[in-house]
Nanobody, 128 residues
Framework: QLQLVQSGGGLVQPGGSLRLSCEAH????????IGWFRQAPGKGREGVSC????????YYADSVKGRFTISRDSARNTIYLQMNDLRPEDTATYFC?????????????????????WGQGTQVTVSS
């Protein structure tokens, strides 16, 4: 069964950058839809960015468009979330996710949270 192990995160000042990593074990991410989610204290889990696993355009939440980038390195079996121009409101626990690609669009994967496999979560704190 696929397992996702996250790394990265931490404390960063407003305007700074961080890159989150999510390495897959016990399976390949090829032909998998992938995504990043976050959950701030007292709030529900929010889809940040997702891809459909079929080379369609990635989905980004409006709050992160132009600042965050999702990517996949097949050779390393790892997905990334590059986060630039970070803001205090980006503070949250971030989770990666993966599931076998089907006919759903990237936006469906994020808004409906259509993933079976999740990473353990990593904290991102944006504060001066």
């Amino acid at each position: 069964q696929l397992q996702l192990v996250q790394s990265g995160g931490g404390l960063v000042q407003p305007g700074g950058s961080l890159r989150l990593s999510c390495e897959a074990h016990r399976g390949s991410l090829n032909y998998y839809a992938i995504g990043w989610f976050r959950q701030a204290p007292g709030k529900g889990r929010e889809g940040v960015s997702c891809t459909d696993g079929r080379d369609g355009q990635p989905y980004y939440a409006d709050s992160v468009k132009g600042r965050f980038t999702i990517s996949r390195d097949s050779a390393r079996n790892t997905i990334y979330l590059q986060m630039n121009d970070l803001r205090p409101e980006d503070t949250a626990t971030y989770f990666c996710a993966a599931d076998t690609a089907t006919y759903y669009r990237a936006s469906d994967y994020c808004t409906r949270q259509l993933f079976a496999t999740w990473g353990q979560g990593t904290q991102v704190t944006v504060s001066s």
